[in-house]
Every structure is written in structure tokens, then in C-alpha cells.
Nanobody, 126 residues
């Protein structure tokens, strides 16, 4: 059993930066593919970024490419999402998710992840 807890959300202005963290319990975090998703009311949850267990490969949604950076520290059982040049359309609840060594083509799909956090709110004002 793995528990994921997000932190770092808040209210910022457009153009600001914010770093989200996702802390994982358990001793097998280094074996997990992990990702960030986000959701706004009335919309489907969307993929933001994913990272493979070693951290050697990442994947981003086009809407955040060049602005967001996903990373992980397996020694600390923690994943991060560094967000820069934030825009009002980035406003959402951000969720982290994990599962054991997912095939790359499935890492963009919420249903592929069996471990999911409760989310942290990010609000970007214009």
C-alpha cells in the first residue's frame, strides 16, 4: 500500500512560480511511475506530466511544456512539479498518482494509476 500526499498549492499571480510536492509512503517508491494530473470543476481530469521510476525520462502535456518541470528524489520518496510562468488557465486541483513501472503509452491516463493523492489547489489570478 502506498499513500501519496500533495502539498505546495496556493494562490499566486499570473507569471509567478510555484513548486508542488508529492510525498509517498512505503519503501517501493523508486519502482513507481508517477505523474501529475489536474482538474477544474466541470472538466475532465487532464494529464500534466509523468516521470519514469529512475527519473531518466519525462513526459509533458503540450499546454505545460517549457513551463513545468517534473522531477523526483527517490531517496526522499518525493516527486515535484516546478511550475513557472503560471497562467490563469493553470488554475486547478493538482493530483499526484503512482503505479509500478507503467508502460510509457499508459502513463498519460489517470486510470492507469492505482495510487492517487487527494489533491492540492492551485489558483492563478490574472
Amino acid at each position: 500500500q502506498v499513500q501519496l500526499v500533495e502539498s505546495g498549492g496556493g494562490l499566486v499571480q499570473a507569471g509567478d512560480s510555484l513548486r508542488l510536492s508529492c510525498a509517498a509512503s512505503g519503501r517501493t517508491f523508486s519502482s513507481y511511475s508517477v505523474a501529475w494530473f489536474r482538474q477544474t470543476p466541470g472538466k475532465e481530469r487532464e494529464f500534466v506530466a509523468a516521470i519514469v521510476p529512475s527519473g531518466a525520462s519525462t513526459n509533458y502535456a503540450d499546454s505545460v511544456k517549457g513551463r513545468f518541470t517534473i522531477s523526483r528524489d527517490n531517496a526522499k520518496n518525493t516527486m515535484y512539479l516546478q511550475m513557472t510562468n503560471l497562467k490563469p488557465e493553470d488554475t486547478a486541483v493538482y493530483y499526484c498518482a503512482g503505479n509500478v513501472r507503467l508502460p510509457s503509452e499508459t502513463m498519460v491516463t489517470w486510470e492507469s494509476y492505482i495510487y492517487r493523492g487527494r489533491g492540492t489547489q492551485v489558483t492563478v489570478s490574472s
